[in-house]
């Protein structure tokens, strides 16, 4: 969608304004003066020494005057520039101004410079996260289509086995899924960033739902269940439903939950018995597309998701030190 237009018409430059005003103020008491010593036709209309002030006030309302424009219209101007080569240089023309002017300039600059970071920071994310979906759906296609040419090339000259039919059938099958759970967690990931009305959930909102998504397993519940955390129960099944679903894959039978909060916040631990995770892979787990189940179909969406569905609500997700005894992580939010 092009960007919306400012309406084209004339309108007068600050620095127009800023002189206009000043001389309209200044003109207020020589305009008193003429008009006083002509009705009065015993004075002359100006003496010497009323010229001289008169002259030294013009001046000064023209140097107040040259001051506030230097200050406010010359730093605006440099960050309209600045703003033009952001949009044509990417990050390198983040910089900051060399003159600022006034306080109120010098926050909107960084308000604006952190704006601009943050938007660049997106792009190259979506950029790399363009690339990264685009080889993990290219893998299974991939291997669909050739599993397929291969069921399609088969001939009464060299007939394909029951065994090797059943085998590219396999194949076929765990790709669709695969692409399948891509396209879920891309949802997911959607679903993020879209802005949602703010709602609050609780730890037992959490558990009820979890219970019900995987009635097999063991779902414990402690702490604080019934404090209101910011967060919408759509995002907290995503947030908490990825969690249990990593920690039920990587072999755990249960799950507890534990909150506790402050005046502000609400920490809600999310502890399972599985597998663990092993030291080398503590630093990479929140990568997109990093997964240890490739091979089982795994994404290595779903912390990414987690993380980027507590965002807007002012929380965070980590990984807790635990050695090898299981996965502990800590969710931060808001409290209600």
């Not at 000043?22 to 207020?28: F, K, P, R, V």
């Not at 609050?200 to 404090?227: E, K, Y």
Request: hydrophobic share 45%.
């Amino acid at each position: 969608m092009p960007a919306p237009q400012v309406k084209s018409k004339w309108r007068p430059r600050l620095a127009l304004i800023v002189y206009s005003v000043l001389l309209s103020i200044m003109a207020l008491p020589i305009i008193s003066i003429i008009w006083f010593r002509t009705i009065d036709s015993t004075a002359s209309l100006t003496t010497t020494t009323e010229a001289g002030a008169l002259l030294g006030v013009l001046l000064v309302t023209l140097g107040v005057a040259y001051v506030l424009s230097r200050n406010i219209t010359g730093p605006i101007n440099a960050l309209i520039s600045r703003s033009d080569e952001i949009a044509r240089g990417g990050r390198a023309a983040i910089q900051p101004l060399d003159s600022y002017g006034t306080n109120e300039i010098a926050t909107l600059s960084q308000s604006f410079l952190d704006l601009a970071s943050k938007l660049v920071d997106r792009n190259e994310y979506v950029r790399s996260f363009a690339a990264h979906v685009s080889h993990e759906l290219k893998s299974p296609l991939t291997s669909i289509r050739g599993a397929a040419e291969l069921m399609r090339d088969d001939d009464d000259e060299q007939p394909m086995t029951k065994e090797e039919r059943q085998r590219f059938l396999d194949n076929i099958i765990a790709d669709s899924k695969r692409l399948d759970l891509l396209l879920a967690r891309l949802r997911e990931l959607a679903y993020a960033e879209i802005p949602i009305p703010a709602d609050q959930s609780t730890a037992d909102d959490v558990c009820n739902m979890l219970r019900d998504r995987f009635p097999h397993h063991v779902i414990g519940l402690s702490g604080q269940p019934g404090i209101r955390f910011a967060l919408p129960i759509e995002a907290a099944a995503v947030v908490f439903g990825n969690l249990a679903e990593n920690a039920f894959q990587n072999g755990a039978t249960r799950v507890d939950i534990e909150a506790q909060a402050d005046v502000q916040i609400v920490r809600i631990l999310v502890a399972d018995n599985g597998n663990g995770i092993l030291q080398a892979n503590r630093e990479r787990i929140f990568q997109p597309f990093f997964s240890t189940r490739r091979q089982d179909g795994g994404t290595g969406m779903g912390l990414e998701i987690a993380r980027t569905m507590l965002a807007p609500h002012g929380g965070d997700i980590t990984l807790q030190d635990t050695g090898d005894q299981g996965a502990v992580f800590l969710v931060t939010a808001q409290r209600s």
